[in-house]
Structures are given as structure tokens and as C-alpha cells.
């Protein structure tokens, strides 16, 4: 399944505070700029090898490299594969296959723990129905392709984060085996389920988004001290709004990041070196979508910033945080362009990290040196997996 916000849009025009803080507010719209150099990484993958911009798609190894997860056309089924790069993402190669089988497999997330084993989740189609699957690798793979979903019932678009030890959690969508259809857009109730692994054995699933249905795509980010922090969207009964929730110990209540009356969909999140979240997300007012940016100081959302040209529709934020504090994010166009900005005390203008269109769910690890960034190109039928790094200006 694509992105909802693909679906016809049935709002109002947004009302959308103004900017609080004068350093958010971008300073221009998006400017053209050097574009670098696409690398290949992979031939032959799917039309939405990248997709979604909820999970993190790339680690970086100081032993080993740049990973990147994405799903190929196995023999015309879809297969979640590991390419690792050796020279800071000029030369690619295959590092492993996660999945395998007749059965398809695709939204793929990783993270990198200490002690260097990447973690692995994603989607299979078990009889036609998603579930998740997870999987370790640490110079091969520890076990054999694992699900951690219920079986009854669908889950999908999997985030994962780790914990202040390094194991694993991860949210979803699901719709429970017992869900009868409701009277939602999509004739289902989608809701957010949390599962974590204690070093032993995952936890049962637990529902965290509670409210009206139905709730989508969640992202997951986690703190040096382990604090989780989710984000969704979410219906309030008339049109889809972010959720955000956080956990310690256990999840608190979830809460709405900016109450509109049009469509928010589509929210990324990272956590910056203070432990405060960052969040990105699409912003719709009937047929346009804008991307849009806030950070949570003091326990409250900063009024957001616009960071993509209302005239050309944007979508996929991705967002990633260096160590030295600067944010990156990046989006995809309707044109088939991928832009990505930076923010360091102030936001610089957009950037184009491809010089051709056909382009689609970038993701972006950002450093103190630049930011990578990966995404799905399609031309001509076919799709590549493509690699970029940009440094900062």
C-alpha cells in the first residue's frame, strides 16, 4: 500500500499559527543550487525500493561502512536486501538478503546498536496479508527471518528504534484480527501497535493510539537515555492530524502536534543530542501539500515552519539530526525532483540532491560533514536505488 496521502483529499484551507521563533521561519523559497553526483546503488529493485519515509533506510558502520535497506524485484517478487558502501557511498555492493521466498517482502527499517548488529524489519506478505519480520545481522545472519506481528490481522510499515541497550522496538499499523469494517475512509480501523524486545523474548502488542480510528504510518526515534517518541496521523473524525506520544517506562497519552482543519500526513521524527524531538510532515490544503517542521522544547511544540514551495506538492519528509545539532531534511516533488534543506540556526535554502525527475522516497542520514541521502528513481519502467551526499554550505 502507497501512502494514504495519495488518497483524494477532502479539506479546508489550513489554519496554521504563525511562526514563533523568527530563526524557524525559512528565509526563501526553494533555490536551485550544485547538484552532486547520483551514485547507483542497486539495478532492478521495486517502484517504491525506498518507501516509506517513516523508517530509517540507512546506518552508518564506522567498521564497515554505509548500509542501506531497500526491497529488488526477486524474479518479479519483491525481496528486502542489504548494500553496504566501503568508501563513504562511491562503489556499492551487496552486503546480504534479509528476506526470502515466493512470498513478497518490502518496507525495510534498520539500526546500528554498539556492539555493531543490524537490526532489520519489514513487511512480508504472509498469504497475502502483512506482517512484520525482523531479522540480526553481525558479519552473517544470527537466526532465520522472524515474525514478531500476531498472525491474525494485518501489520505494516514498520519503524524501529533501539533502546539506551541497544535492543530493539517497533511500532506499526495493524487492523486486529477481530476488526469487523467501520465507517472510516479506507473501510477499516487502523490503529498503532508497540512491540520491544527485553533481550529475551518481544513484548505482546500494545496499542498506542488511542482516540478515534484510524491512525497511520508511525515513526519511531529513541534518546541516549532510551525515551521513545512515536508519531503518526491520526483521524479526529474529520481529517487527519500528527499524533505524537512518548515512553519511558511505559507509553503516555497520546497528543495532537498542531490541531488544522485540512490533512497532515505522512510524519518523520528524529531526536536531536539535547533529547528534544524533531518533527517533519506534510501539510495539505486541497490539492496542494507543503512540508512543514517543528521541535519539541520544554514539552511543547514550537510554532511550525514551512519548508517546501506551496506551488509544486511535496511529500516524504525524511529527517535526521548530526551530532553538532544540524537538521536535514528531505522531501520528494510531484516534478520528480528531491530536495533537502538544512537548518543551523537558521534554515539555508533547498538543495536538489538528483538532476533528473523520475525520483522518489529519499531518506537521509545526516553527519557533521553533510548529509547522505538515498531514494528510488524510475525511468522508462525501470527503478534504480540512488545514492547522494551533500555537504553543508
Not at 541516549?224 to 496521523?233: F, S
Amino acid at each position: 500500500m502507497r501512502s494514504l496521502a495519495r488518497l483524494s483529499i477532502l479539506c479546508v484551507s489550513a489554519l496554521l499559527p504563525a511562526f514563533g521563533h523568527v530563526s524557524w521561519q525559512p528565509r526563501s523559497a526553494e533555490a536551485a543550487s550544485g547538484v552532486p553526483s547520483a551514485v547507483v546503488v542497486a539495478e532492478g529493485v521495486t517502484e517504491d525500493a525506498t518507501s516509506s519515509n517513516n523508517e530509517v533506510k540507512m546506518v552508518r558502520d564506522p567498521a564497515v561502512g554505509l548500509v542501506v535497506a531497500y526491497a529488488e524485484n526477486a524474479g518479479g517478487t519483491a525481496q528486502v536486501v542489504l548494500a553496504v558502501s566501503h568508501d563513504g557511498g562511491r562503489r556499492w555492493s551487496l552486503l546480504a538478503r534479509a528476506s526470502g521466498g515466493a512470498v513478497p517482502s518490502r518496507l525495510p527499517a534498520l539500526g546500528l546498536d554498539r556492539a555493531g548488529r543490524l537490526h532489520v524489519i519489514w513487511t512480508r506478505y504472509d498469504d497475502g496479508v502483512g506482517k512484520i519480520y525482523y531479522r540480526v545481522w553481525q558479519g552473517g545472519w544470527v537466526a532465520p527471518q522472524a515474525r514478531i506481528s500476531p498472525a491474525p490481522g494485518y501489520a505494516g510499515f514498520p519503524s524501529l528504534a533501539l533502546d539506551g541497550q541497544g535492543r530493539p522496538q517497533v511500532v506499526w499499523y495493524g487492523i486486529r484480527g477481530s476488526s469487523t469494517p467501520a465507517s472510516t475512509r479506507h473501510g477499516s480501523i487502523y490503529e498503532i501497535f508497540y512491540t520491544g524486545f527485553d533481550g529475551r523474548a518481544w513484548s505482546p502488542p500494545r496499542l498506542i493510539s488511542a482516540g478515534l480510528p484510524d491512525s497511520v504510518n508511525p515513526a519511531l526515534a529513541a534518546d541516549r537515555t532510551g525515551r521513545l517518541r512515536a508519531a503518526w496521523y491520526q483521524s479526529d473524525g474529520r481529517v487527519y492530524q500528527v499524533r505524537y506520544a512518548e515512553r519511558t517506562a511505559v507509553w503516555g497519552e497520546p497528543e495532537t502536534v498542531l490541531a488544522t482543519r485540512s490533512d497532515a500526513f505522512n510524519p518523520d521524527i528524529a531526536v536531536d543530542a539535547k533529547g528534544q524531538a524533531v518533527l517533519a510532515w506534510e501539510q495539505h490544503d486541497g490539492l496542494a501539500s507543503t512540508i512543514r517542521f517543528t521541535r519539541r522544547v520544554g514539552g511543547r511544540w514550537e510554532a511550525p515552519a514551512a519548508l517546501s514551495d506551496s506551488r509544486l506538492p511535496a511529500h516524504h519528509p525524511s529527517v535526521s539530526v548530526a551530532p553538532s545539532g544540524a537538521i536535514w531534511v528531505a522531501w520528494d516533488r510531484d516534478d520528480g525532483q528531491i530536495l533537502v534543506r538544512r537548518f543551523d540556526a537558521r534554515w539555508e535554502p533547498a538543495a536538489r540532491a538528483a538532476v533528473d525527475g523520475g525520483n522518489s522516497f529519499p531518506s537521509v542520514l545526516a553527519s557533521d560533514q553533510g548529509v547522505d541521502v538515498v531514494w528510488t528513481h524510475t525511468a522508462q519502467g525501470r527503478s534504480q536505488v540512488r545514492y547522494a551526499r551533500l555537504g553543508a554550505r
